[in-house]
């Protein structure tokens, strides 16, 4: 499986990095190995000083496809779940200062913890779900994805053209206002809703 992952895709949290708003969807990838699941613990890397959580709502393939179109890109995701894109910013600043891949920053062992899936049937509305972060028991992120700049079906249509869908991929879909960076000991909870659906601690 692999993992694809949006970036720059709530406006307010590009202002609080002071990117550019992209014209089309930023598309990075994570190997399998970023992958943690069950609220297994996240091992803070010695390589970085400053790993920051970036909670996003995360999209699960259902059915190999490529080059979708936007109306019929429902038919290929069945389950959504919550998950933090660790990115270790330090390293990311030098990347991008340099215009090089962020790989280093943004796909090492234990990068993307993922919460368990709720079917489509749990979410009404796709346009407005809540989901949020709460570290050590206090909201730190808090969104909704009525705030997207690009919506699930535009995301999985855009990325279908790229890269072929497989079913048991996973798509990041970006995050809101409100990174920071997590320390040792921190307790780490996700949110779709009112429901707690991932909670690790950083060790
Ligand atoms: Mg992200």
Not at 70 to 77: C, D, L, Q, S, V
Not at 128 to 153: A, C, P
Not at 155 to 168: C, E, I, Q
């Given at each position: 499986?692999?993992i694809?992952?949006?970036?720059r895709?709530?406006?307010?949290h590009?202002?609080?990095l002071q990117n550019?708003r992209?014209?089309?969807p930023?598309v990075?990838?994570?190997?399998?190995t970023a992958?943690?699941k069950?609220?297994?613990?996240f091992y803070?890397p010695?390589?970085?000083?400053?790993?920051?959580h970036e909670v996003?709502l995360v999209?699960?393939?259902?059915?190999?496809?490529?080059?979708?179109?936007p109306e019929?890109a429902?038919?290929y995701y069945d389950?959504?779940?919550?998950?933090i894109d660790?990115?270790?910013?330090d390293?990311?600043?030098?990347?991008k200062a340099?215009?090089?891949?962020w790989?280093?920053?943004?796909a090492?062992?234990?990068?993307?913890?993922?919460s368990g899936?709720?079917p489509?049937?749990?979410?009404?509305d796709?346009?407005?779900?809540?989901f949020g972060l709460k570290?050590n028991?206090?909201?730190?992120?808090q969104?909704?994805?009525?705030?997207m700049?690009?919506?699930f079906?535009?995301?999985?249509?855009?990325?279908s053209?790229?890269f072929t869908?497989?079913?048991?991929d996973?798509?990041?879909?970006?995050?809101?206002k409100?990174v920071?960076?997590?320390?040792?000991g921190?307790?780490l909870?996700?949110?779709i809703?009112?429901?707690c659906?991932?909670?690790?601690e950083?060790k």
């Amino acid at each position: 499986m692999k993992i694809i992952a949006i970036g720059r895709n709530y406006a307010e949290h590009i202002a609080e990095l002071q990117n550019e708003r992209p014209t089309e969807p930023v598309v990075f990838l994570k190997p399998d190995t970023a992958l943690l699941k069950d609220n297994a613990p996240f091992y803070h890397p010695s390589f970085s000083q400053d790993i920051h959580h970036e909670v996003e709502l995360v999209l699960r393939i259902c059915k190999e496809g490529k080059h979708i179109e936007p109306e019929f890109a429902h038919k290929y995701y069945d389950q959504i779940g919550v998950g933090i894109d660790f990115t270790a910013r330090d390293l990311q600043s030098e990347l991008k200062a340099k215009g090089l891949p962020w790989e280093k920053a943004k796909a090492f062992n234990g990068s993307a913890p993922v919460s368990g899936f709720l079917p489509m049937e749990h979410f009404p509305d796709k346009q407005h779900i809540d989901f949020g972060l709460k570290v050590n028991g206090e909201w730190r992120q808090q969104g909704n994805t009525s705030l997207m700049l690009y919506d699930f079906d535009y995301l999985v249509a855009h990325v279908s053209h790229y890269f072929t869908l497989k079913t048991g991929d996973l798509i990041f879909t970006g995050t809101p206002k409100g990174v920071a960076a997590v320390k040792v000991g921190d307790r780490l909870q996700a949110y779709i809703g009112e429901e707690c659906l991932l909670d690790f601690e950083v060790k």
